[in-house]
């Protein structure tokens, strides 16, 4: 499994970007059984969860909830995480993830985009 990740830039306060997350898997069956989350890491910080997609269910990070939205698109195996409304606190590498067991273990990851909010 390989995770790519893009969209990622430089934004004023307010701005919006829209990131995607695009899966290398057997088949989009495989893909729609995995639940996917979007994490980041700022310089000095621990990596924090931003949105969690399992089966039905978006669950949001308490700082980006009504400002980021998450989706997931099974047939073309692409996650994607909508930034709006933007904050200088969330300038991060951006990291999608996948777990493929849906068990809390994250296994595979992306290289990370940069999301950098002046």
């Known amino acids: 499994v390989q995770l790519v990740e893009s969209g990622g830039g430089s934004v004023q306060a307010g701005g919006s970007l829209r990131l995607s997350c695009v899966a290398s898997i057997a088949s989009d069956a495989f893909y729609s059984s995995y639940c996917m989350a979007w994490f980041r890491q700022a310089p000095g910080k621990e990596r924090e969860g931003v949105a969690h997609i399992s089966g039905g269910r978006t669950d949001y990070a308490d700082s980006v909830k009504g400002r980021f939205t998450a989706s997931k698109n099974n047939a073309e195996m692409t996650l994607y995480l909508q930034l709006n409304n933007m904050k200088p606190e969330d300038t991060a590498k951006y990291y999608c993830?996948?777990?493929?067991?849906?068990?809390?273990?994250?296994?595979?990851w992306g290289q990370g985009t940069q999301v950098t909010v002046s």
């Open positions: 993830a996948a777990d493929r067991l849906c068990n809390g273990i994250f296994g595979y």
